[in-house]
């Protein structure tokens, strides 16, 4: 934020009335940083409610509100190597869109850097996921995103997961939080080359649990994608397709710090502003600082 609360921020006044494209602690230019931060405002595969494309100006408005400083990380955000490219220029084309990602993320991998992209709708993901052939994935959804294709289309947000799986392979992927699954993608052979880890098994096992079972088949490097909607509605109503009995967010947080550290891409989608009432946009915004914060920090979780 930059102010320590003794004078009024006018900028942060003044945000309310604008686009704002720039997350507050991304002051690096793009060739000294080492975070890329982008928004991608494309919703138009959305099934239920529109409007995630209003997603990555939430999220860096939520965001002008967190603090630059964080006891937990003891990290100075705004000194780790931010910066923020904007939103990209999308079209209604859920193909083009994800084909501009796969670029967009190509440049900034060759360039040695790590891309946080602001959704948005989970298709997207199919476009960044393109540049990790060698690594692994954990992802956050309350859905399997298992389908081939959804109402016609390849790179639908129903398919996020499937599309993943051919590019990274078998047993690479890790789902936390499943709870919405079809009987199609359930039956499909494919479905056992992704590890769901349930909800419910979630809840009854504790995430520390959980994680410990699968921790020893992670890939050393890997990619982190959170759909909003793997969060319980009660912590992050604001999503397309809410699903009852998720995540905690401490869980996700739990998560983020056990493997920031072995993450070299990062996205966090599906946030629908218009069903918000203003915790699914903070916590999105606090997700991105546990994320660059876990793997700055020099303390352990
Ligand atoms: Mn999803
Ligand atoms: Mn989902």
Same mark, same amino acid.
Request: hydrophobic share 30%; net charge negative; with cysteine.
């Given at each position: 934020? @930059?102010s320590n609360g003794?004078?009024?921020?006018?900028?942060?006044?003044?945000?309310?009335?604008? !686009?704002?494209?720039?997350?507050?602690?991304?002051?690096?230019? %793009?060739?000294?940083?080492?975070?890329?931060?982008?928004?991608?405002?494309?919703?138009?595969?959305?099934?239920?409610?529109?409007?995630?494309? &209003?997603?990555?100006?939430?999220?860096?408005?939520?965001?002008?509100? #967190?603090?630059?400083?964080?006891?937990? %990380?003891?990290?100075?955000?705004?000194?780790?190597?931010?910066?923020?490219?904007?939103? #990209? %220029?999308?079209?209604?084309?859920?193909?083009?869109?994800?084909?501009?990602?796969?670029?967009?993320?190509?440049?900034?991998?060759?360039?040695?850097?790590?891309?946080i992209m602001i959704?948005?709708?989970?298709?997207?993901?199919?476009?960044?996921?393109?540049?990790?052939?060698?690594?692994?994935?954990?992802?956050?959804?309350?859905?399997?995103?298992?389908?081939?294709?959804?109402?016609?289309?390849?790179?639908?947000? /129903?398919?996020?997961?499937? &599309?993943?799986?051919?590019?990274? =392979?078998?047993?690479?992927?890790?789902?936390? @939080? *499943?709870?919405? *699954? !079809?009987?199609?993608?359930?039956?499909?052979?494919? %479905?056992?080359?992704? *590890?769901?880890?349930?909800?419910?098994?979630?809840?009854?096992?504790?995430?520390? !649990?959980?994680?410990? !079972?699968?921790?020893?088949? #992670?890939?050393? &490097?890997?990619?982190?994608?959170?759909?909003?909607?793997?969060?319980?509605?009660?912590?992050?109503?604001?999503? @397309?397709?809410?699903?009852?009995? =998720?995540?905690?967010? *401490?869980?996700?947080?739990?998560?983020? &710090?056990?493997?920031?550290?072995?993450?070299? =891409?990062?996205?966090?989608?599906?946030?629908?502003?218009?069903?918000?009432?203003?915790?699914?946009?903070?916590?999105? /915004?606090? #997700?991105?600082?546990?994320?660059?914060?876990?793997?700055?920090?020099?303390?352990?979780?």
């Open positions: 934020m @930059g003794s004078q009024k921020d006018h900028g942060i006044e003044l945000s309310a009335y604008a !686009s704002h494209r720039k997350l507050a602690d991304a002051v690096y230019d %793009y060739e000294d940083s080492k975070y890329v931060v982008f928004g991608v405002p494309f919703d138009y595969t959305s099934s239920f409610r529109r409007g995630s494309s &209003r997603g990555p100006l939430e999220v860096r408005r939520a965001y002008d509100n #967190l603090e630059s400083f964080d006891v937990a %990380y003891e990290i100075d955000f705004t000194k780790v190597g931010m910066c923020d490219i904007g939103d #990209l %220029y999308v079209t209604e084309s859920p193909d083009e869109t994800v084909d501009t990602v796969e670029n967009v993320v190509s440049i900034i991998r060759k360039d040695g850097k790590i891309p959704g948005g709708e989970h298709s997207i993901t199919g476009g960044s996921i393109r540049n990790y052939h060698d690594y692994g994935m954990i992802i956050i959804d309350a859905h399997s995103d298992f389908r081939n294709d959804y109402m016609g289309n390849r790179n639908n947000h /129903a398919c996020a997961t499937r &599309r993943s799986l051919e590019v990274l =392979g078998h047993g690479k992927i890790f789902s936390f @939080g *499943t709870r919405s *699954t !079809s009987i199609e993608e359930y039956q499909d052979p494919e %479905y056992k080359n992704v *590890t769901f880890l349930r909800s419910e098994d979630i809840h009854r096992y504790g995430i520390e !649990s959980t994680y410990s !079972s699968i921790e020893q088949k #992670l890939h050393d &490097r890997l990619y982190f994608s959170i759909d909003m909607d793997g969060i319980d509605p009660a912590f992050a109503p604001g999503v @397309g397709t809410p699903e009852p009995y =998720g995540l905690k967010d *401490t869980d996700v947080r739990f998560l983020i &710090r056990k493997t920031a550290k072995n993450t070299y =891409g990062f996205d966090i989608l599906e946030f629908t502003p218009d069903f918000d009432n203003g915790n699914t946009a903070m916590l999105a /915004a606090k #997700l991105i600082q546990d994320f660059v914060g876990s793997r700055e920090t020099k303390k352990k979780f």
